[in-house]
């Protein structure tokens, strides 16, 4: 399965809302259990993706709740409701509904 | 807390061989399939292999099928990547993760560990 982000960078005022985009190739529904297995992670430089949002919608530990994911059939946001300066980094999508798990391009985002 | 612990990695010339570890913690280690995942330098991530949690089957990626393999010691709780007749763009930085989908009926949040540095150069 494809996984195609977008935009593949952003620019945002601190404060201002971001969002990202990602559009995979196929459903990633999980036919036995209705889960849409689909993450999204930030990666500063230099360190591991950082998980931010399981399963769709589910905000990982520490994670605060400006982040959020959401989306449906093979379309899915995620959204940062106030960007600060600590958000800076790479955002990737990921699926693990279909094997093998496969990545997003990524998406940077800077702050203006 | 789970915990995925890496080890390994390292310089080796093209055709050399290395070993990956990842030593897991926090959670019941035999019960759940474990993957490697890798990031060239300013490229994205890339599946590279699994193992399911016996052991018994194993999937690897086409890029590096016959070259790398994985396994894993449940006594151990850790589970390796071994590679051989490494090429250049075989440099990256693995990840060791469990990326299960359920357990035991409950969603399973996805673990990484903090990754290993492969460089293959002459």
Same mark, same amino acid.
């Given at each position: 399965?494809?996984?195609?982000?977008?935009?593949?960078?952003?620019?945002?005022?601190?404060?201002?809302? !971001?969002?990202?985009?990602?559009?995979?190739?196929?459903?990633?529904?999980?036919?036995?259990?209705?889960?849409?297995?689909?993450?999204?992670?930030?990666?500063?430089?230099?360190?591991?993706?950082?998980?931010?949002?399981?399963?769709?919608?589910?905000? !990982?530990?520490?994670?605060?709740?400006?982040?959020?994911?959401?989306?449906?059939?093979?379309?899915?946001?995620?959204?940062?409701?106030?960007?600060? !300066?600590?958000?800076?980094?790479?955002?990737?999508?990921?699926?693990?509904?279909?094997?093998?798990?496969?990545?997003?391009?990524?998406?940077?985002?800077e702050i203006k | 807390q789970v915990e995925l612990v890496q080890s390994g990695g390292g310089v080796v010339q093209p055709g050399g061989s290395l070993r990956l570890s990842c030593a897991a913690s926090g959670f019941n280690f035999k019960s759940f399939g474990m993957h490697w995942v890798r990031q060239a330098p300013g490229k994205g991530l890339e599946w590279v292999s699994f193992i399911v949690h016996n052991g018994n089957t194993t999937y690897s990626a086409d890029s590096v099928r016959g070259r790398f393999s994985i396994s894993r010691d449940n006594s151990k709780n850790t589970v390796f990547l071994h590679m051989h007749n490494l090429k250049v763009e075989d440099t990256a930085v693995y990840y060791c993760a469990r990326l299960a989908l359920t357990f035991g009926g409950q969603v399973v949040v996805p673990s990484w560990g903090q990754g290993a540095q492969v460089s293959v150069s002459s």
């Open positions: 399965i494809v996984m195609t982000q977008s935009p593949l960078s952003l620019s945002v005022t601190p404060g201002e809302p !971001a969002s990202i985009s990602c559009r995979s190739s196929q459903s990633i529904l999980d036919s036995d259990d209705g889960n849409i297995y689909l993450d999204w992670y930030l990666q500063r430089p230099g360190q591991p993706p950082q998980l931010l949002i399981y399963t769709l919608s589910h905000r !990982a530990s520490g994670v605060p709740d400006r982040f959020s994911g959401s989306g449906s059939g093979t379309e899915f946001i995620l959204k940062i409701s106030r960007v600060g !300066a600590e958000d800076v980094g790479v955002y990737y999508c990921m699926q693990r509904t279909e094997f093998p798990t496969t990545f997003g391009q990524g998406t940077k985002l | -």
